[in-house]
C-alpha cells in the first residue's frame, strides 16, 4: 500500500495513520480479523486494533510528535490532539512559540525513549515543586526515567598518608594590599 499524503494508508475503508516520514512511500499490511499490523522495510511500524466501521480514522498521537516540533501552533489543531495524555494537553494549550516548541520536543524524547506512561507524572512531579518550565520538566523526567549512574564510593586498600602542608601566602599579600615583601 502507498502511504497518502497525509500520513494514512487505507484498509476496508478505514484509514489508518503511518508515520509521517513514509508519505508516497510503499508500506505492507498484514490485515487479521481484530488488528491492522503495518510494516515498513520488514519492520513493524506500528499495529492498531481492526476497525468494522466504515470512514473511521485510526491513528496514534505519538508518531506525529516529531512532525508537531516543525510547526508547534498547530498542536491544538491537530485529528489526534485528544488522544495526548490530558496534563501535557493543558501544558501545550498554556504554552506558545519557543516554549511550547521546547515543551514539545521534550515529549519527542520521552516518545522516542519509549516512555510515554510516565508523561502526565513528569508534569504532574513538575507542578508539585511548583515550576514547570521546559528545564524543570526535563529535570523531572530524567529523575523518572533515567537510572542513576554513581559509581560506588572508591574502597582504597592501602592507608592515605596525611600530609601536613601549609604554604607561606604572605608573598600574595603585596597583590592585595597588604603587606609587602621588602
Sequence with gaps: MRVNNYGYIAVDKNKYGVSPELINQRVQAKIFYDKIEIYYEHALLKAYPRSYLRGEEVNDWKLYV??????????????????????????LKSLEGTQR?????????????????????????????????????????????????????????IPVPEINYNPDLSAYDCLTGGESLA
Design 66 to 91: 516529531a512532525l508537531l516540533c516543525k510547526k508547534p501552533g498547530a498542536v491544538e489543531h491537530t485529528r489526534f490532539f485528544e488522544q495526548m495524555p490530558s496534563l501535557w494537553q493543558a501544558h
Design 101 to 157: 516548541k521546547s515543551a514539545l520536543m521534550l515529549l519527542m524524547e520521552i516518545v522516542r525513549d519509549d516512555n510515554t506512561a510516565l508523561c502526565d507524572n513528569v508534569i504532574a512531579m513538575a507542578q508539585g515543586c511548583g515550576k514547570t518550565d521546559i528545564e524543570t520538566l526535563r529535570q523531572c523526567y530524567y529523575n523518572l526515567a533515567k537510572k542513576p549512574d554513581r559509581p560506588d564510593p572508591l574502597e582504597l586498600n
